[in-house]
């Protein structure tokens, strides 16, 4: 339940502080966004494994401005609406993980999911008087569909992205198109091989112009934690 922050001199690491989160808040997956003045907001999953709710009983998206306020202070003892909390539900094994454009206008987009919903949320925001501003719009993806991996393709300037998630209850891989208005819905389910899913990446990995995905298998079964199997990584075209 910490945040470690480490700066990079000489192309060497070098810790520099630790931020304490709330207990077991657990902090699972960070992207960030660009500032205007060339530093960087950290976007923060807090994903929430306190099954009981006794010392947690929420899980939240939230966006860290001011990064080296934060890290300078050393702690987080709560998150609060200062904190500039963009998702936040009752409940734990929430938002699992997130992903960052910039548009050539200036806006950010971020996309998340929250796993034990199974919700793909569109977030669209831009800075108002220094302060990022966002709307929101979800996308429902079926009973347990439990997403925990999410990808992005960039489409060219003036056109909607698609977004890839892997699911952790289902053996397939569902593709979110964006409508010209902004609304997210469900284009394909794409079957696919193996055991639980987890993290989904985007790229040219043939190295012949074209576009892939790649989808991470850790080879573990949801339902059997003890027994070890062995992991994949899957390629699939687009």
Known sequence: DTLTHISITNARLRKESIIQCPESSTPIFLSSIPDENGTSSLVVSFFNFDLTGDRNDQTYLVCLENCQDF??????NQISEETNVLLKRQGNCGFRGSVVTQ?????IILAAVDRDHSIFHLLTGRRQSGKLKFKEISCHLGFQAEPIGIGVLHAPSGKKHTYYLSLRASAEIVVIRISEDGGPSILQR??????????????NFRGDGSCQIAVALWGGNPTDLNTVRRGQVVIGDL
Not at 71 to 76: A, E, P, R
Not at 190 to 203: D, E, F, K, N, W
């Open 71 to 76: 890290f300078k202070k050393g702690q987080i």
């Open 103 to 107: 548009e050539a206008d200036g806006a």
């Open 190 to 203: 794409m079957p696919i091989t193996g055991l639980s899913r987890s993290s989904v990446a985007i790229g």
